[in-house]
């Protein structure tokens, strides 16, 4: 990324947090840069306006955060439904018709979408203000005469892993009993508490648990047979947005969901563990988890973008893409 900012003529930089000048940042200013054109940059900042969706000052000038990458694409297929439905319909292998295509999608504030209303709440019980369990890309469409599905999709580019157990990182106390082979018994079943009477899996205060012995995606036997959690490491965001997915096609009697993640196949080493923690996650799915459960290369989606663009605008939108993104 700093050497591509070098191609474009930058030659002044942004800081991070702790005050160091780094050449893949750019100044507020200069956050245009960040974005393929002024359509995706102005609706960038239109989204966060009135809306939960992360740190306005990463995405503005970090070229190597994920955010901005996810942005470049999505609200640009929001912008151009015609092409979502040609890349979504080749990605379902069936022909379907993209309704909404929401950026960081927030369970309960998402209820415009036309044939696409909410019932109850959706959410898995996590949200309190900037906090809970969201995803970066919801995908709304019909098919099969106006039958209803939903994909929830996390974004990642460079990161080095999922999103961890926060009880489990930060209470060390308690690792013992997450680590043990009776972790479902004394954390989920009995749901002990600490000596603050604090549950000792933060999990319990939502309806992760719930949820997850509930759903028909999550094999609830082979996770309470588990010699130890599963969730303490990588699967645990994987977890939370696959409950998550399906809690929301539940809660809006959708015909069907899925959960995928869009990852570049340069970064399978580091977030995926050369594949170990997808097969750890299809191991502890359904079948049915795991015909819903799907890891998309971006890589691919250049390829079917190449495939079915057109139009002279896409098209230069798709140069600029892989200009800033492909290695």
């Known amino acids: ?5 070098e191609t474009k003529g930058v030659v002044s930089f942004g800081q991070s947090v702790n005050g160091n000048t ?17 359509e995706i940059h102005t609706a960038t900042l239109n989204r966060f306006k009135d809306h939960k969706a992360g740190d306005l000052k990463r995405i503005l000038t970090n070229t190597a955060a994920s955010q901005p990458y996810c942005f470049n694409l999505i609200i640009y297929l929001q912008q151009h439904l015609e092409l979502a439905n040609k890349l979504f319909s080749v990605l379902l292998n069936k022909q379907v018709k993209v309704i909404h295509l929401e950026p960081e999608f927030t369970p309960n504030t998402c209820n415009d979408i036309e044939g696409f209303k909410m019932g109850m709440d959706e959410s898995i019980g996590d949200q309190a203000g900037n906090k809970g369990t969201d995803a970066d890309i919801a995908v709304f469409y ?22 961890t157990c926060s009880s ?7 690792r013992n009993v997450c680590d043990s082979s009776t972790y479902f018994e004394d954390l989920v079943v009995q ?47 994987l977890w939370r947005n696959m409950i998550l997915a399906e809690r929301v096609a539940s809660t ?37 988890g795991n015909d819903f459960f799907r890891k998309v290369h971006l890589e ?12 002279e605008k896409d098209r230069y939108w798709l140069n600029k893409m892989e200009e800033r993104y492909r290695i």
């Not at 780094?22 to 956050?31: A, D, M, N, P, V």
């Not at 959708?254 to 097969?279: A, C, I, Q, R």
């Not at 691919?300 to 139009?311: A, G, R, Y």
Request: overall charge neutral; some cysteine; hydrophobic content about 35%.
């Open 1 to 5: 990324m700093s050497a591509y900012l």
């Open 22 to 38: 780094f050449k893949h940042l750019l100044t507020e200013e200069q956050s245009e840069y960040n974005f393929i054109t002024k």
């Open 142 to 163: 019909t098919y099969e005469n106006n039958k209803k599905g939903l994909i929830l999709i996390e974004f990642k580019f460079i990161e080095a892993e999922f999103s």
């Open 168 to 174: 489990y990182r930060e209470k060390g106390q308690i």
């Open 191 to 237: 749901k002990k508490r600490d000596s603050f009477k604090n549950y000792i899996c933060g999990y319990n205060k939502y309806l992760n648990w719930q949820l997850t012995k509930e759903s028909m995606v999550l094999d609830i036997k082979t996770i309470n047979s588990s010699s130890h959690c599963p969730f303490r490491f990588g699967l645990n965001q």
């Open 252 to 288: 809006r009697n959708y015909d069907e969901f899925g959960f995928w993640v869009f990852s570049p196949s340069e970064n399978d080493k580091y977030l995926w563990k050369n594949g170990e923690t997808e097969s750890q996650f299809r191991a502890i799915l359904t079948k049915q």
């Open 300 to 311: 691919s989606i250049f390829e079917i973008l190449h495939e079915i663009v057109s139009e």
